[in-house]
């Protein structure tokens, strides 16, 4: 059985940038969509970014600023956040879709979660 695991989060002013890692291990990810979700406090689980086999998705408030990428044959998964905001502190987990080649947004259809990496921007 998989498991997925964070790492790169931690404190940063606003305006800088954090390179989040996502290793998996256990299983191969190949065939999965892959994506990002963050939780803040007094908030919902929100999906950040995802990469499937079609392409690239991004919530809106992190377009342009935010790349998602991922190294098959590492199992690896990365984001990129540039020009962040204290709007974006909160905690960050990667997930994995094992069974469907569709890219969706909603947390349910995840079957694979990390345990999250703190994510923290000052004014």
């Known amino acids: 059985q998989g498991q997925l695991a964070e790492s790169g989060g931690g404190l940063v002013q606003a305006g800088g940038s954090l390179r989040l890692s996502c290793a998996g291990s256990?299983?191969?990810?190949?065939?999965?969509?892959m994506g990002w979700f963050r939780q803040a406090p007094g908030k919902e689980r929100e999906f950040v970014a995802g990469?499937?086999?079609?392409?690239?998705a991004y919530v809106d408030s992190v377009k342009g600023r935010f790349t998602i990428s991922r190294d098959i044959y590492s199992n690896t998964m990365y984001l990129q956040m540039n020009n962040l905001t204290p709007e974006d502190t909160a905690v960050y987990y990667c997930?994995?879709?094992?069974?469907?080649?569709?890219?969706?947004?909603?947390?349910?259809?995840?079957?694979?979660w990390g345990q999250g990496t703190q994510v923290t921007v000052s004014s």
């Open positions: 997930a994995a879709d094992s069974t469907s080649r569709r890219l969706d947004r909603d947390p349910r259809q995840y079957d694979y």
């Open positions: 990469v499937g086999w079609s392409g690239t």
């Open positions: 256990g299983r191969s990810f190949s065939g999965a969509t």
